[in-house]
């Protein structure tokens, strides 16, 4: 595993890309991620934040599939941290999939060959509570469209052993 991160470079890539997130950290990291699902669960959009519901162009009576998740290393170390929002009309059998395995979504999409393209919304830094102290966890979200709009709304915080929030002189994008 690679011992000189988190650089600015890496990370200001990883943050700027539209792109999969999860080849990007295991080029990174120079090992595979495994997935750890936290949560997932059916819910109706007035559920949903009102925001990441209009980026879906979903309604307040509209079924989705939300999902809480890490990626981590093969040692258990989590390296980003995943909230997913997704439709669910016609993305059926791919959320199927995605219930039933064990495997990062971005991987799942690629075994798919799904015309989709991620629309990133932006990046930047937050403060969280980590291990019984405030630190700030870079973070990046963004919406995956297919062919027929948008269909999955994903916001991903990062370990900050692995990616950092490449100085101050590099402001947040978006929100």
């Known amino acids: 595993m690679t011992t000189d991160l988190p650089n ?6 990883l ?3 539209d792109g999969s997130t999860t080849l990007l950290l295991e080029s990174m990291l120079g090992t595979e991620l495994g997935v750890r699902v ?3 669960q059916t819910v109706r959009g007035e559920s949903i934040d009102g925001s990441i519901r209009d980026l879906l162009e979903a309604k307040p009576e509209t079924v989705l599939f939300e999902r809480y998740s890490e990626l981590e290393t093969p040692n258990g170390q989590w390296v980003s941290r995943n909230y997913v929002v997704a439709r669910i009309d016609g993305m059926e059998l791919f959320l199927g999939q995605l219930q039933n395995h064990k495997i990062p979504l971005g991987k799942l999409l ?16 937050e403060e969280r509570p980590l291990n019984g102290q405030m630190v700030r966890l ?7 469209c297919g062919e027929t709009g948008p ?3 994903i ?7 692995y990616v950092t929030f490449p100085g ?4 947040a994008c978006g929100s």
């Open 168 to 171: 101050n002189s590099d402001p």
């Open 151 to 153: 269909k999955i709304y």
């Open 38 to 40: 936290i949560g997932q």
């Open 138 to 144: 870079p973070y990046k979200h963004y919406v995956i």
């Open 15 to 17: 943050l700027r890309s």
């Open 110 to 125: 690629m075994s798919f060959k799904l015309a989709a393209y991620r629309k990133l919304l932006g990046y930047g830094a």
């Open 155 to 161: 916001r991903e915080a990062f370990n900050p052993i």
């Open 8 to 13: 600015d470079t890496a990370s200001r890539m």
